[in-house]
């Protein structure tokens, strides 16, 4: 864990939220990546990561410090990120069925799609991005923590709190299947 | 088609994350066989598009929007596991009264919940208890009122219109100390593989399961295990689906709160004098293709999702027992005597009045199943009011029918 961090815990752990602050600060957009790759829209992103952040701040006195603070942090997150997942579900489903009839629509607001972006880009992007979605959460997650954020299977097993064996399965039948998606896709 | 722990060896090697061993084997592998080398050429590829993926910023600075919130909502205090260093500093004298305290406090609930708890019954009350309404907890509704039916079922006794659901509290970030645990559960093991069917949730929506009890023997009692990721969505089906064919279901306090509060809970639904059709004719319009659109939405989201279905063994029994704070003989199935519970054999002046009055008693009483939270918490029967009622209100079994024990499980658990 940096000093960095270190620091501004102990001080978040004095009462000083402006500390905690910095530290959503430092650690927002990587975070935002992450869970808008598992939740799929800009949206439910920052409700996500807001959502993670608050109980992170919540039970920063049960962080010991033997493991890195954003490793920590990712596990807060996945843990929201499902939850929020499960409770957005039906909306999401509905919003999923009636985006497979037609083209996807642009996925948010930000740089990348604006229009003068790169056309094939873009549609690439928005395919893998698709089939990403269409696969469990289990192989999303395993997915992004390796592909997008490059962790190990050490602490991908520490993040999801599963065995290793258990992550490189899971990354296993979630490359086959992506595999699968995208061929059907670019059918 | 490559063997599946040659394709384990390629994706490990997409991953980065292969042992010298496991390289060299690759080596040898992607030499030999062509079919090796284009499915890794394609990972590598489907890896390198991933990898490829823009990376999202948040449209604001998300640290304004966390800072307001802690302001205006101040989270409730840190719960900490209570540290060995703090007891440390305390005097011992402090730590032995804190125990003493501590035993003399259990010793005492300990007590207060066996001489609460109802006394063994084998003859059911003739006459069921009023429940007195209670503006509790315990009487929030939990799930909104359903749509009134097309067909609606003719109730026996009059029931009155449910109360407008309140709304609901706002979702609380998840103690993640509270998550349900797999080592706390009895119900986990499956007895006998043989005679225990294993459904997708999915295969529910094509015509393979018009019975799904056809291919297990008749049990007295089922024990149905829903895996799905949204055990409360899962109950919120079952209530639908009980209350179609007249079962009501009588929702444990402890799990009342659970379901108002969006906890991670796994849940127990247990029912008696239910057939074997109906309990199949409840799981599938809970769950299969009758189940509405909104419902069925969430099944298919849910690639986990899955029912499992046999016989209820001795053990869970126990555990059934210990959920209803009851001895594990009174769950029993006794075999029943004959519709009505008379004995049809018998002239009907050998029969006591009671017996007849009970019989007709048992026709128009209303049926419960009840619901119990299982795990991360339990119930305490001794002092739920839902599973005195649940308790109250057995009656003989009728002839046909069977138990049924219903597990709703997270996937996530």
């Known amino acids: 864990m940096s000093t960095d961090d270190q620091r501004l815990i102990a001080a978040c752990r004095q009462g000083d939220t402006a500390a905690f602050g910095e530290l959503v600060r430092r650690h927002q957009d990587r975070l935002y990546n992450v869970v808008y790759r598992l939740v799929g829209n800009a949206e439910d992103a920052q409700d996500v990561v807001q959502e993670a952040f608050l109980s992170a701040y919540q039970s920063l006195d049960g962080f010991k410090g033997d493991a890195r603070f954003f490793t920590w942090l990712y596990r807060i997150a996945f843990n929201t990120a499902v939850s929020h997942k499960r409770r957005q579900r ?22 990348e799609t604006r229009p003068g972006y790169a056309l094939e880009q873009a549609d690439q992007e928005r395919l893998v991005h ?18 997008l954020e490059g962790q190990k299977y050490e602490t991908m097993a520490e993040i999801l709190q599963v065995p290793i064996g258990t992550i490189r399965s899971r990354l296993h039948r979630a490359r086959l299947e992506l595999r699968e998606l995208l061929e059907r896709l670019e059918a | 088609m490559l063997p599946e722990r040659w394709s384990r060896l390629l994706t490990a090697y997409v ?11 690759v080596a040898q592998l992607l030499q030999r066989s062509a079919e090796a080398r284009q499915l890794l050429q394609k990972l590598q590829s489907d890896s390198d598009r991933l990898k490829a993926l823009s990376r999202r910023r948040s449209e604001r600075d998300l640290s304004v929007d966390v800072l307001q919130a802690l302001a205006e ?22 730590q032995w009264a804190v125990a003493a305290a501590v035993l003399l406090a259990a010793g005492a609930a300990v007590y207060l919940a066996w001489s609460s708890a109802p006394p063994a019954r084998d003859n059911p009350p003739l006459v069921k208890r009023k429940v007195l309404p209670d503006k509790s907890v315990a009487n929030v509704p939990v799930f909104p009122p359903d749509p009134p039916a097309v067909n609606p079922v003719p109730q026996v006794e009059p029931v009155p219109p449910e109360p407008v659901a309140l709304a609901k509290e706002p979702a609380e970030p998840e103690p993640v100390l509270d998550l349900p645990d797999p080592k706390f559960e009895v119900f986990l093991e499956v007895h006998d593989p043989k005679q225990t069917l294993v459904l997708s949730l999915r295969e529910l929506d094509g015509d393979h399961p018009k019975r799904l009890l056809q291919d297990l023997p008749r049990f007295p009692a089922y024990r149905a295990e829903l895996s799905c990721a949204d055990p409360a969505v899962a109950l919120e089906r079952l209530h639908a689906a009980f209350k179609e064919r007249g079962v009501r279901l009588v929702i444990d306090q402890a799990a009342q ?11 127990v639904v247990y029912a008696e004098n ?30 986990l999702a899955r029912i499992i279905l046999n016989g209820l063994q001795p053990a869970d029994r126990d555990e059934l027992s210990k959920l209803l704070g009851i001895d594990p003989a009174r769950l029993q199935p006794t075999k029943p005597k004959a519709p009505l519970g008379v004995d049809v054999r018998k002239p009907l002046s050998e029969q006591t009045v009671d017996q007849l009055a009970k019989a007709l008693k048992n026709k128009q009483a209303e049926r419960l199943a009840i619901v119990l939270p299982y795990n991360p918490v339990r119930p305490r029967p001794a002092a739920s009011k839902e599973v005195k009622q649940f308790l109250d209100n057995r009656q003989e079994p009728r002839p046909g029918t069977v138990q049924m024990l219903l597990v709703l499980r997270g996937s996530k658990s």
């Open chain 2, 15 to 25: 991953d980065g994350e292969l042992t010298a061993r496991e390289s060299r084997m």
């Open chain 2, 257 to 267: 709160e659970r379901l108002l509060r969006q906890l991670r809970t796994n849940y």
């Open chain 1, 130 to 147: 698709e089939a990403l979605q269409r696969l469990s959460p289990e192989h999303r997650a395993v997915l992004v923590l390796k592909d």
């Open chain 2, 73 to 94: 909502q101040p989270l409730p205090p840190v719960v900490v596991l209570p540290a060995r260093v703090r007891l440390k500093s305390t005097p011992g004298w402090i």
């Open chain 2, 274 to 303: 239910v057939t074997a059709e109906e309990v199949e004719q409840l799981l599938l319009s809970a769950l299969g293709p009758a189940a509405s659109h909104k419902l069925r939405a969430d099944v298919r989201e849910d690639p």
């Open chain 1, 90 to 111: 039906v909306i999401v489903s509905l919003d999923a069925n009636r985006s497979r009839g037609g083209l996807p629509e642009p996925l948010d607001c930000s740089e």
